[in-house]
């Protein structure tokens, strides 16, 4: 930058704000685009920007810019300071935070990603297009993604806080279908994200074909109540719900049914969540959060008891608790990595205690926190009988309540996967509804 996030801060407030809050973020990287088995395009993305945060007798307002001209940076300052006179006040609003000790955090920087040549990740788009289209003739390789990223943070306010951070990342998916003569099978996708440059993308190709091979031969279920196995992408799907119902900005304004059962059990005694804001290597892992509050590590539920909940300085002031580091904004909040426990099942003995259930790797429709219910479309699934896994199940509606569920979980794997910001296991519940369409 040409010039500094402190001056900005500091001139804000000479200038009439009570408060200033500055981030400045910077990324670049190459996205490459599969259609139809072939690379469709190559684009090598740049972006910047500015935003500036002012708070003027409880009012706040927000400019942003990608040009750091010292003009430029005048009139955003200008322009927060008008946006703040002409907001309403927040009477829930209390401070900024006050500088503390930024955590380290390892595995989140890869050299080797900010250093790739754009023919390298054509080459990784090749290993993936050869591996699907030569693992059985009967799968094609309908769309694609492969991004990659460097990102540069920097963050200060009126108060001292200063930080900065960077990373990487890189992460890909493909979209998969199997056909043989008439039969059409459901539309698999297969996913992988990282800090690093080590996903190996022979075996996520070899296992996206095969997750479209299997589902060939779709024949309608039956309606039914049993058991649920949630695939890694809905278990993601489930717990992030589950998290965001305790999030302190959705319990201070009720919209939380957790809002008052904190000591409380509200799940099977194996469970464990944790909010780790410092995983090694995690993919939302950073340094401090978006108000510049330090990440951390917070026990969400614990054997089953709800211990806490996510704050930003906002909610934490307002329900008089402690910030987490969780701060998405100044007034929202968010989970940065959900790490769910492992369990103790290896996925054959998940399925070996199954009487009758579907097995489930997409889901397509509604998981409310506000008030826990779930609903929507079964994708990917497969039927379960007697222990086994016995032909995929054409699309059919699954029912519960992800609450209720939270206490009807009956087993979890040992092995867990990364999906984006939750690790999860394969996740056994009993108990739920699933009807024909």
């Given at each position: 930058m040409e010039i500094s996030l402190e001056e900005i801060v500091n001139k804000a407030v000479r200038?009439?704000?009570?408060?200033?809050?500055?981030?400045?973020?910077?990324?670049?990287?190459?996205s490459?685009?599969?259609?139809?088995?072939?690379?469709?395009?190559?684009?090598?993305?740049?972006?910047?920007?500015?935003?500036?945060?002012?708070?003027?007798?409880?009012?706040?307002?927000?400019?942003?810019?990608?040009?750091?001209?010292?003009?430029?940076?005048?009139?955003?300052?200008?322009?927060?300071?008008n946006m703040a006179n002409s907001s309403p006040k927040n009477p829930w609003w209390s401070r900024l935070p006050e500088p503390k000790p930024y955590p380290e955090v390892s595995g989140t920087y890869d050299k080797r990603i900010e250093e790739l040549r754009p023919e390298e990740i054509i080459e990784i788009a090749g290993t993936a297009m050869k591996e699907i289209s030569s693992y059985d003739k009967r799968v094609s390789l309908r769309s694609g993604v492969i991004n990659s990223s460097i990102s540069k943070r920097i963050i200060a306010n009126s108060n001292g806080v200063y930080g900065e951070d960077?990373?990487?990342?890189?992460?890909?998916?493909?979209?998969?279908?199997?056909?043989?003569?008439?039969?059409?099978?459901?539309?698999?996708?297969?996913?992988?994200?990282?800090?690093?440059?080590d996903i190996d993308i022979q075996e996520l190709s070899r296992e996206v074909a095969e997750k479209a091979l299997t589902s060939l031969n779709?024949?309608?279920v039956k309606s039914f109540k049993g058991s649920l196995i949630m695939g890694y992408d809905v278990a993601m799907?489930?717990?992030?719900?589950?998290?965001?119902?305790?999030?302190?900005?959705?319990i201070w304004k009720g919209r939380s049914p957790l809002a008052n059962k904190k000591g409380e059990v509200i799940a099977v005694e194996n469970l464990t969540i944790i909010d780790d804001g410092i995983m090694p290597a995690g993919y939302s892992s950073s340094k401090f959060d978006a108000e510049g509050s330090p990440r951390r590590r917070t026990v969400l539920i614990e054997r089953g008891e709800l211990k806490n909940f996510l704050h930003n300085t906002y909610t934490a002031n307002i329900l008089n608790e402690e910030?987490?580091?969780?701060?998405?904004?100044?007034?929202?909040?968010?989970?940065?990595?959900?790490?769910?426990?492992?369990?103790?099942?290896?996925?054959?003995?998940?399925?070996?205690?199954?009487?009758?259930?579907?097995?489930?790797e997409r889901f397509s429709g509604h998981m409310r926190f506000e008030d826990g219910l779930l609903s929507g479309v079964a994708k990917q699934a497969f039927k379960i009988e007697n222990g086994k896994?016995?032909?995929?199940?054409?699309?059919?509606?699954?029912?519960?309540?992800?609450?209720?569920?939270?206490?009807?979980?009956?087993?979890?794997?040992?092995?867990?996967?990364?999906?984006?910001?939750?690790?999860t296991p394969i996740v056994r519940v009993g108990n739920i509804t699933v009807v024909s369409k």
């Open positions: 200038l009439g704000a009570d408060e200033a809050h500055a981030t400045y973020i910077e990324s670049r990287g190459y490459v685009a599969i259609n139809i088995g072939e690379i469709s395009n190559v684009i090598w993305r740049h972006s910047r920007g500015l935003e500036l945060i002012v708070i003027r007798d409880k009012k706040i307002g927000v400019a942003t810019t990608n040009d750091l001209s010292t003009s430029s940076i005048d009139d955003l300052i200008k322009r927060a300071l960077k990373g990487t990342s890189i992460s890909m998916a493909f979209v998969v279908l199997a056909k043989e003569k008439e039969k059409v099978g459901s539309f698999a996708i297969g996913h992988r994200e990282s800090r690093n440059l779709a024949r309608p799907q489930f717990f992030a719900t589950v998290v965001a119902a305790m999030c302190g900005d959705n910030a987490t580091g969780n701060a998405s904004s100044l007034l929202s909040v968010g989970p940065s990595n959900i790490d769910i426990k492992p369990g103790d099942y290896t996925f054959e003995e998940l399925i070996e205690d199954v009487k009758e259930g579907i097995l489930v896994i016995t032909y995929p199940v054409k699309e059919c509606m699954i029912f519960g309540n992800v609450y209720q569920m939270l206490k009807q979980i009956s087993g979890m794997t040992k092995e867990r996967r990364n999906c984006y910001f939750v690790v």
